[in-house]
């Protein structure tokens, strides 16, 4: 048959004895036997010659090669990714190390710096002690800036840069306010000036002995008690400051950026210090683009670096000048506009995750800050300055106010503080009662001396602002308590809430009619007092 022909002269591979196929050309071993034979025996697929390989057989081999190569390649694989695993979970062990070394690093600068700066130990990095306070839940920082760091410069430890931070850890708000360095007050000892004179020159007054800690500790306690008298706050903490901190603190964040506002369209423009550009005028021009000026922004956005942030701070037009029509009062906003620029870029997530800029500011603060916060409350402090947002931070002045004149005296009078530390409560209480400025005038019907100003200090401390303070006149008859609400064309029935406390507070009735005798065209209402409620009120607080 065909089929039996070609069966029996086709040469299939043969299994050795270990099971694996054999090639046809190869030679069996010396000790196997042979297989060869014509006869035919039954398989389950037919016909086969003893010592003939059947397709089965074939199949079986292939697919035990097969296996045998799968496994190989696991095995050669699990190899592989074992050592891969090896591999990562060996980079993984080094930056970790590198992240401790450079943790540890900055570590050590920290605990350098705190030491020089902060009170206490070290230890005190540890822990998280709140911050202090004030009765009205407030945390008051009194920040000082002297140029005692910059040679030649003339009366070096004068305060020439004084400034209030108020921070509710609660409401996460802050209030920033400058106080002029021109603002006439009483020292309470003898200082060169006398026994009053201008602000900035009280805090080297104190003790002239400016290497000693114990004297520069004497020298912020006995400013914060007076600036406090001023602004009517309890201050508890104190920052001095000089050039090289700033300086210092903008280079190491790579600059920083603020917002000049100036009333002039120009921008601003102090040429106080185009000495820093050249000594001629085409240096100048070269060197200080487009006009020779070292400061000279438009309005607007600019980004500043170390120098010309530190001159702007100082920049007041007093000489050719530009957009600084009051002075040292565009000098305050300009300061406060810079601190909140390094809060900024300070707690920026580029910044807190690079390590130059870190130890950058670590070494600024700790050669030229001093402080009487403690180690123990850094944690609080650093935390409360993450938390309160930019737009929370606030700005009080007291010239757009009208508390001082452009002359840094008192609206109210010379040593009369008593306008500015009431407009400062209202604008930090906060409550929508202060928020409605109403102006209150006060008439005594009582026949009792002093029951006006009573009820007028009263009203004050709500945040009410008191025009007018007498007594009421006797063309008038009173039988009760009255209140007067002042109808204005631009301002009509928009303090429901002074005019409810008012009620409450009075049991009165309210008269829209106007009063015949003459009172300050400010007053919003007035107050007609017969019966004395100061008693009364005290026990409802």
Not at 59 to 81: F, P, V, Y
Not at 110 to 137: P, Y
Not at 217 to 236: H, P, W
């Amino acid at each position: 048959m065909i089929g039996e022909h070609h069966a029996s002269n086709r040469k299939l591979p043969q299994p050795d004895v270990s099971g694996l196929v054999r090639h046809p050309t190869m030679r069996p071993s010396d000790d196997s036997e042979s297989l060869s034979t014509n006869a035919l025996t039954p398989t389950a697929h037919g016909l086969a010659r003893p010592g003939s390989i059947s397709r089965e057989d074939v199949d079986q081999s292939l697919h035990d090669i097969d296996i045998q190569a799968e496994g190989q390649k696991k095995t050669r694989g699990r190899g592989r990714r074992f050592s891969v695993k090896k591999l990562i979970k060996r980079l993984v062990i080094l930056i970790i190390l590198a992240a401790l070394a450079f943790g540890g690093w900055i570590g050590v600068k920290t605990l350098l710096a705190s030491n020089a700066v902060f009170k206490g130990d070290i230890f005190g990095l540890v822990q998280q002690r709140e911050l202090k306070m004030d009765s009205n839940s407030r945390t008051n920082i009194l920040i000082l800036g002297t140029s005692e760091d910059d040679p030649g410069h003339p009366g070096g430890y004068l305060t020439d840069s004084i400034m209030v931070l108020s921070v509710d850890q609660k409401k996460k708000d802050a209030y920033m306010i400058s106080i002029p360095r021109d603002l006439e007050v009483r020292y309470g000892r003898s200082c060169i000036p006398g026994y009053s004179g201008k602000i900035n020159a009280f805090f080297q007054c104190v003790n002239d002995d400016f290497e000693s800690a114990s004297a520069e500790d004497e020298r912020q306690t006995a400013t914060r008690e007076l600036v406090g008298s001023v602004v009517g706050l309890d201050i508890q903490y104190s920052v001095h400051v000089n050039y090289s901190v700033m300086r210092d603190v903008v280079k190491a964040l790579d600059g920083i950026t603020v917002t000049i506002e100036s009333p002039d369209k120009r921008g601003q423009m102090d040429a106080n210090f185009d000495w820093k550009c050249g000594a001629t005028r085409s240096e100048r021009m070269k060197n200080c683009p487009p006009r020779g000026h070292f400061i000279d922004y438009p309005n607007g956005p600019v980004t500043l670096d170390a120098e010309h942030a530190l001159y702007l701070a100082q920049a007041r037009g007093d000489v050719e000048n530009w957009g600084f029509p009051n002075s040292n009062f565009e000098r305050e906003k300009n300061q406060q506009k810079i601190l909140v620029a390094i809060r900024d870029k300070a707690m920026s997530t580029g910044t807190l995750t690079n390590v130059g800029k870190v130890t950058g500011i670590i070494d600024a603060l700790g050669k030229n800050l001093r402080t009487n916060f403690e180690t123990a409350e850094i944690r609080t402090l650093m935390k409360v300055a993450q938390e309160v947002p930019s737009d929370q931070i606030k700005s009080i002045s007291l010239i757009d106010n009208g508390l001082v004149t452009p002359g840094a005296h008192p609206v109210a009078g010379l040593y009369n503080f008593t306008q500015i530390q009431a407009f400062i409560k209202k604008q930090l209480l906060s409550t929508p009662l202060a928020k409605e400025s109403s102006h209150i005038v006060v008439l005594n019907a009582t026949g009792v001396a002093g029951a006006a100003q009573r009820e007028a200090d009263a009203l004050m401390a709500l945040g009410m602002e008191i025009d007018q303070v007498g007594n009421a006149p006797t063309t008038e008859t009173f039988r009760s308590n009255t209140i007067y609400q002042i109808t204005h064309d631009s301002k009509t029935a928009k303090q429901p809430l002074t005019l409810a406390a008012l009620k409450e507070r009075y049991k009165a009735t309210v008269s829209t009619v106007q009063p015949t005798f003459t009172i300050p065209t400010t007053a919003d209402f007035v107050v007609v007092v017969v019966v004395p409620v100061a008693s009364s009120t005290d026990q409802q607080q």
